[in-house]
């Protein structure tokens, strides 16, 4: 197979995949992996595609946004073992933010009815599971809220969390990598994000392994910024080593 028939047939299963990855497509074309990384470079140089960390992603899908529901469905399993192992950073009787997201909206889900805790929160479907529990003070920041994502943004969510100082984050993203850093599709929710960051003590990042290696259009952060990862196995345990030694604990649940 020439190169441009291969690059056609990498585009093809990039479109409809959604991504695609480097070992993978040496395996498939048997090719070594730099021929393929050739290839992704001259896609990416012809706009076709856009390289990510190990991979590359079609270029539409850098400023596509699917609905909550979509995303909900997606890594249902991982995400619950990620919002599982989540409890464990609660603090007792302490004060956490709840960013917005599909994983974070799942650890909401399971936190004890019996909790006590001080909760806030610009995501209405983490404020709709935490709403019922007695213990728990719960603080809904307000702003403009976006129907993508049901969360609240702009300058009232902004000026809200500017006042507070809370003991943990737990934090949502689209996408992260170590080279990338944190990043999500809307300027808006990006600029929310690096507001909880700055108003918390610690950083917890829920992200499912599917997310490493993305890129999407907003930058909010570095994972130098993260105190702790929580993900899945799906992560290599040499992607993690690589996370943990630029200073980010990591937990594959």
């Given amino acids: 197979m020439y190169a441009p028939e291969r690059q056609q047939e990498i585009l093809r299963i990039a479109q409809e995949s959604g991504r695609v990855d480097v070992l993978s497509l040496a395996e498939e074309f048997q090719v070594t992996a730099e021929t393929v990384r050739r290839d992704l470079k001259a896609l990416d140089r012809a706009g076709l595609l856009r390289r990510v960390h190990g991979g590359a992603i079609p270029v539409g899908r850098l400023g596509f946004e699917p609905d909550l529901a979509e995303r909900d469905a997606v890594a249902a399993d991982e995400k619950d073992r990620i919002a599982q192992a989540a409890l464990a950073e609660l603090p007792a009787d302490g004060n956490v933010i709840v960013d917005a997201g599909t994983t974070t909206a799942r650890l909401a889900a399971a936190v004890p009815v019996d909790a006590t805790l001080t909760v806030v929160t610009h995501a209405l479907p983490v404020a709709a599971r935490l709403a019922d529990h007695p213990g728990i003070a719960l603080h809904l920041v307000g702003g403009r809220v976006r ?11 902004l000026g809200s969390y500017a006042e507070i100082n809370a003991d ?3 934090l949502g993203t689209n996408g992260f990598s170590p080279d990338s850093g944190l990043t999500t599709p809307d300027l808006a929710e990006a600029a929310v994000k690096r507001a909880v960051i700055r108003a918390a003590r ?4 829920l992200a499912d392994s599917g997310k490493f290696g993305q890129e999407h259009f907003a930058r909010f952060g570095d994972l130098t910024d993260v105190d ?4 899945d196995t799906g992560l290599s345990p040499d992607d993690a080593r690589s996370i943990e030694s630029r200073g980010t604990e990591v937990v594959r649940a």
């Fill in 202 to 205: 610690r950083v917890v990042l």
């Fill in 147 to 157: 129907h993508r994502t049901r969360a609240a943004v702009d300058a009232w969510a």
């Fill in 168 to 170: 943990v984050v737990f």
């Fill in 228 to 231: 702790l990862l929580i993900t």
